[in-house]
């Protein structure tokens, strides 16, 4: 049965919110007044569907159910967490929290408050000990960081439940130790924010010329590294107290004027509003946010591909998913090893699956096959693997975005060093591709073939035993051109 999330308030944080616990197979109740709340949280929706998907490698779980709740109540009823997205009036916040208490005292309230400090969210609460700062960034459906800020108020059992739950649906829960106004994120888009102000009032730059040093210098560099680690690199060889000592002393100029803040005057507005809609006004917000969400998944799969900074977020994350997909279990037929969901990234010029994906889709088939019968990862670890010596691709349908795949195995022939499997990729159980492949087993430091160790023996050839009286699918053996009979 699904878990539910209840998400109090659905503007565009609560609608990413909700997006983000949906698209992980919860349930998720919303409650907003404003009679356009399902709308709003729809097209945050819609484009959390287009661009979700896009970071996983494996197949995104059954979408949960969405209801738009008539009450908060309703809403919070028999909810397993309580996310509050409401404006930033504490006031507001403490009403909320107080209703929410009536009827769910001990479950989870993570706030996505910007400033307040959760000892301030706790104030006069029925029970403060649940109630917790879990700030997001936005779109809340893609980008990991969650700052979980508790109070000396907090249960930490409370914190590590809300922290593991963050986990489960993809992001990365940042345990921020000690509580402070706007946390830690914040705080530092304030101080670049005050000084953008600045230069656009003194008129050294205007909107475009800040946007474009940042997208074309050091916000590449801080996507990736951080603040401190890239002024490590900065440092040479000598590393950060060289950077230290070299760049120390600037401190001491006065260079910024992060500590003023300009008047904020009905002029300043207009200045900035008016180069803001010059630099992006032919566009709709709409049109920015889809701009933007397929310029991350690209940037975030770069990251994933390298196990780097949140990349290696959805690397974990697609690890937790694949541990809960079915084993494979030997049957009276190919072995179900592996199910896909054909991405936006999967798709050639023609709308169709492309070559490599199919490729891709067999090798995870085979991977799971392998980590049955105990030619894991950590197998790979010793010393030891099976790789892939030959493969022969047949391609006999179209696979389509969002299309649900499934890769089977039948192993064909198996002895102490040889697998010989075919797998099929079907859709709707009928076959899009098949693949022959041969396997050998190596010692990888030799860089030659040996007898795989009984314990996988054990395991395989009792498979192989059982395939053996299938009948032998038409395509093994065939050469490349070969007709159908």
């Not at 109090?8 to 919860?26: D, K, P, Q, S, T």
Request: aromatic fraction near 8%; charge should be negative; hydrophobic fraction near 45%.
């Amino acid at each position: 049965m699904a878990r539910k999330a209840a998400i109090i308030g659905g503007g565009v944080i609560g609608g990413g919110w909700a997006a983000r616990f949906l698209l992980n197979g919860w349930d998720v109740a919303v409650f907003d007044p404003d009679p356009e709340a399902p709308r709003k949280v729809g097209e945050v929706l819609d484009n959390a569907r287009a661009a979700l998907p896009a970071l996983s490698d494996g197949p995104m779980p059954a979408e949960g159910q969405l209801v738009f709740a008539a009450s908060l109540t309703e809403a919070v009823e028999g909810a397993d967490y309580i996310q509050e997205s409401v404006s930033e009036r504490l006031e507001l916040k403490h009403r909320v929290f107080a209703q929410i208490q009536q009827v769910a005292s001990g479950t989870p309230i993570g706030s996505s408050t910007s400033g307040f400090k959760p000892s301030e969210l706790q104030q006069n609460a029925a029970n403060p000990a649940v109630i917790f700062v879990a700030h997001p960034f936005n779109p809340v459906y893609l980008l990991p960081l969650a700052e979980v800020v508790p109070s000396p108020a907090s249960d930490p059992a409370v914190i590590e439940t809300a922290k593991e739950i963050l986990r489960e649906i993809g992001m990365f829960p940042l345990h921020v130790r000690k509580e402070i106004d706007a946390h830690i994120a914040d705080r530092f888009l304030e101080a670049v924010w005050r000084e953008a102000l600045w230069l656009v009032k003194d008129g050294v730059a205007t909107t475009e010329e800040i946007d474009e040093a940042i997208r074309m210098g050091f916000g590449l560099r801080w996507g990736q590294m951080g603040l401190f680690e890239t002024y490590r690199v900065a440092g040479g060889e000598a590393g950060m107290k060289h950077f230290m000592a070299q760049f120390g002393p600037c401190l001491q100029w006065p260079w910024t004027k992060l500590t003023d803040v300009p008047e904020f005057t009905e002029e300043l507005v207009d200045l900035i509003a008016g180069q803001s809609d010059a630099q992006s006004g032919h566009h709709t917000i709409r049109q920015l946010e889809r701009i933007r969400d397929q310029n991350l998944t690209g940037f975030l799969r770069v990251l994933k591909e390298r196990n780097w900074g949140a990349g290696k977020v959805l690397l974990e994350h697609d690890a937790r998913r694949r541990a809960n997909l079915p084993a494979p279990v030997p049957g009276d037929g190919p072995m179900e090893a592996a199910r896909l969901t054909v991405l936006p990234g999967w798709i050639d010029y023609n709308g169709h699956m492309t070559e490599s994906r199919y490729l891709f889709a067999s090798s995870e088939t085979v991977d799971a096959f392998l980590r049955h019968i105990g030619a894991d990862i950590a197998y790979v670890g010793t010393g030891f693997s099976y790789y892939t010596a030959e493969t022969h691709l047949v391609h006999l349908g179209e696979a389509k975005l969002g299309d649900a795949l499934t890769g089977t195995v039948q192993v064909l022939a198996a002895d102490e060093k040889r697998l010989h499997l075919f797998i099929r990729i079907l859709r709707d159980g009928q076959p899009v591709a098949t693949l022959e492949q041969m396997l050998l087993h190596v010692d990888m430091a030799k860089g030659k073939t040996c007898a795989a160790p009984q314990a996988i023996l054990d395991r395989l050839l009792p498979i192989a035993q059982a395939h053996a009286s299938l009948p032998r699918p038409d395509a093994a053996g065939r050469h490349v051109g070969q007709r159908n009979a």
